[in-house]
């Protein structure tokens, strides 16, 4: 099960800025850098956002990411139809030997 | 620009051995980077399930540890995965990745999966 916890939807209709959320612990988002996942529909997931906000080459501006504490969030500024996708984070967890976990994932909804 | 492919059986019969492959292409395995599988539970989220560097290091989710076995065969530029004495719990899109894993200059650790395969439906079923 999933030690990151993000809410299951989000929603906006086109032009608006939405934000995910997703909540940690001191074992990984707390002492590590953050990544986001887009997932649409039906093929693999591709890097969204690295360490905590950093975007890869091809990756929009309007997807921008942040990190306080034990939580961090992705947003959307100008929401489009294509932005309609799941969404995960993902940091790496200290604690038993180290591994890689994901979050709950949220579906984006453009309305 | 690398890729990567998985392959393998796409049935798979409870309590056995679910094996697959992950051909790399566009980069050589050897060069440095881990080399992960992800999984996909249909209408679920994403499970991490362990990563393994070309010299054999690795790293697995705890939870699946027990039950994993990764390797790498650098001469055909591919990494597997075994898991055993499934379930139709395993059922699921498998994924392999390429694992970026380093230290920042502030010495904090960086990990994230930047190139992915298409991913690969097995279903464990009689």
């Known amino acids: 099960q999933s030690v990151l916890t993000q809410p299951p939807s989000a929603s906006g209709t086109p032009g608006q800025r939405i934000t995910i959320s997703c909540s940690g612990s001191s074992s990984n988002i707390g002492s590590n850098y953050v990544y986001w996942y887009q997932q649409l529909p039906g093929t693999a997931p591709k890097l969204l956002i690295y360490?905590?906000?950093q975007r890869p080459s091809g990756v929009p501006d309007r997807f921008s990411g942040s990190k306080s504490g034990t939580s961090a969030s992705l947003a959307i500024g100008g929401l489009r139809s294509e932005d309609e996708a799941d969404y995960y984070c993902?940091?790496?967890?200290?604690?038993?030997?180290?591994?890689?976990?994901f979050g709950t994932g949220t579906k984006v909804i453009v309305l | 620009q690398v890729q990567l492919q998985e392959s393998g059986p796409g049935l798979v019969k409870p309590s056995e051995t679910l094996s697959l492959s992950c051909a790399v292409s566009g980069f050589s395995i050897s060069t440095g980077y881990y080399w992960g599988w992800i999984r996909q539970p249909p209408g679920k989220g994403l499970e991490w399930i362990g990563s393994i560097y070309h010299s054999g290091i690795t790293y697995f989710n705890p939870s699946l540890k027990s039950r994993v076995t990764l390797s790498v065969d650098t001469s055909k530029n591919q990494f597997s995965l075994k898991l055993y004495s499934v379930t139709a719990a395993d059922t699921a899109v498998y994924y392999c990745?390429?694992?970026?894993?380093?230290?920042?200059?502030?010495?904090?650790?960086?990990?994230?999966?930047?190139?992915w395969g298409q991913g690969i439906l097995v279903t464990v079923s009689s």
């Open positions: 360490e905590n906000n």
């Open positions: 993902a940091a790496w967890d200290d604690s038993l030997s180290g591994h890689y976990v």
């Open positions: 990745a390429r694992h970026d894993s380093t230290y920042d200059y502030t010495d904090i650790r960086t990990d994230y999966l930047d190139s």
